[in-house]
């Protein structure tokens, strides 16, 4: 058992360091995510927005937007969604999301290649720069907002987080980008999917983990309290050491 | 904790008072360190609290709170702070009256011991949360990231170890495995 003087200590801790409830989590996330989702839009329209598409019959473009729509919807149930669990899904669901979306990116591009009278192909750099900006917005702002809450495997997390985020970009480059060939489709659209898979790996291994609160005699502050950390509301009055 | 998570900051105490034996007993036994294990308790129940706003309306508390302890437990190892544990646990209550009895368990208990520290840490961690900790399957797959059914698997594997280890030790000291 534990003694009542660290229960004592433990309240007195939490007494002192305001934390976010569920409501100024959601409202901050909403307003972190809304930004992130316009990060690509100037983009799209800078290098001619929907018109750019036009050479593709409409109904295709709505086809191939919805599909991807559909591909960011099913990595996001897993990945981002937690549905009923705080902790999230298993390890190897997430896996399988950072490693499928790729996949599931080329291979539906590709299934509609020679149904219409393609333009000339190129090879996808701005369809890759679009799927980076747009994509890497919103891995950025996914990895920002759960900093330090992944309980289990945050490698994994983030890229699943990486791979979710660059199939979200892909439903606005498939509105923009009239090209289905297997060469555009593997570097334009699915290697931009796979990079964000990486690097949010590579970055969520670092900033999702929880870490221990250091103690603060180890940076010179009162003896035995601990370093305060962003975990409170973002109220005016709230101290930061 | 839902009530928790929505600013009504009175429930902490609840939620302390209904999850911190479960977790100390946790962490006690996984670092036989009575002042590590409560530190650990102690960041535990902070990390919860600086993350309240992410935890999802109606979801289970307990394999939330392991999944923070055993997270918290594994990076201190990493950042090498293991010290030369000293066992601060308490002797076990033995019935003084039978000493062959006790003599016997307490070799048992060695060898069931060294057989949990011989195992890998994943089948070791879901053996403990279901045997000693009362996790149900489901609880313990969600602690640690993985199915049910790896949960199963895990925790019988570490079963057959322990029964192999204690049925060999019965039978080189004489005894009928």
Same mark, same amino acid.
């Given at each position: ?8 200590? *433990? ?6 360091? #305001? ?37 593709? #019959? ?44 790729? /996949?599931?990116?080329?291979?539906? /591009?590709?299934?509609?290649?020679? $149904? ?28 920002? /907002? ?8 945050? /490698? ?32 334009? $659209? ?12 590579? *970055? ?29 509301? #973002? ?7 | ?52 706003? %992410? ?66 840490? %994943? ?22 990231? %993985? ?31």
């Amino acid at each position: 058992m534990t003694r009542d003087s660290i229960r004592d200590a *433990i309240l007195l801790e939490i007494a002192a360091r #305001p934390a976010r409830t569920r409501r100024d989590g959601r409202r901050r996330s909403a307003l972190i995510y809304g930004s992130a989702a316009l990060a690509g839009v100037p983009l799209f329209f800078a290098w001619g927005g929907f018109g750019h598409g036009a050479t593709r #019959p409409l109904d295709l473009t709505i086809r191939i937007a919805l599909g991807a729509l559909l591909i960011v919807i099913a990595c996001a149930d897993v990945a981002w969604w937690r549905n009923r669990s705080a902790v999230g899904p298993p390890t190897a669901a997430l896996l399988a999301i950072a490693a499928l979306a790729p /996949l599931a990116t080329y291979a539906w /591009l590709v299934l509609w290649h020679n $149904h219409y009278a393609a333009p000339p192909a190129r090879i996808g750099f701005r369809c890759m720069a679009m799927t980076l900006v747009s994509g890497g917005a919103m891995l950025g702002a996914a990895l920002h /907002l759960r900093k330090r809450t992944v309980v289990v495997d945050p /490698l994994v997390a983030g890229a699943a987080l990486g791979a979710t985020a660059g199939a979200f970009a892909q439903v606005m480059v498939d509105i923009w980008c009239p090209l289905t060939n297997g060469e555009h489709a593997l570097v334009g $659209h699915a290697f931009p999917v796979a990079a964000l898979a990486i690097a949010g790996g590579l *970055i969520g291994g670092r900033v999702l983990t929880i870490r221990a609160f250091v103690r603060s005699e180890t940076r010179g502050r009162s003896p035995g309290s601990l370093e305060r950390l962003d975990c409170g509301p #973002p109220d005016k009055g709230r101290s930061r050491d | 904790m839902d009530r928790y998570a929505v600013g009504n900051d009175a429930a902490f105490a609840e939620l302390y008072d209904l999850l911190a034996p479960r977790l100390f007993a946790f962490l006690m036994r996984q670092t036989g360190h009575r002042a590590r294990a409560e530190d650990l308790v102690q960041q535990t129940f902070l990390q919860m609290h600086c993350a309240r706003h %992410t935890y999802v309306t109606g979801a289970d508390v307990l394999p939330w709170a392991f999944a923070i302890a055993r997270r918290l437990l594994i990076d201190s190892y990493r950042r090498g702070k293991r010290e030369v544990l000293v066992d601060t646990l308490d002797p076990p209550a033995v019935d003084e009256g039978a000493p062959d009895d006790a003599l016997r368990r307490k070799q048992a208990a060695q060898v069931i011991q060294r057989t949990l520290d011989s195992l890998p840490e %994943t089948q070791r961690t879901a053996f403990m949360l279901i045997k000693y900790d009362g996790l149900t399957f489901a609880q313990a797959a969600e602690a640690l990231g %993985t199915t049910v059914t790896a949960v199963k698997l895990r925790a019988h594997r570490c079963y057959e170890a322990l029964r192999g280890a204690v049925g060999d030790d019965v039978a080189e000291k004489g005894g009928a495995p």
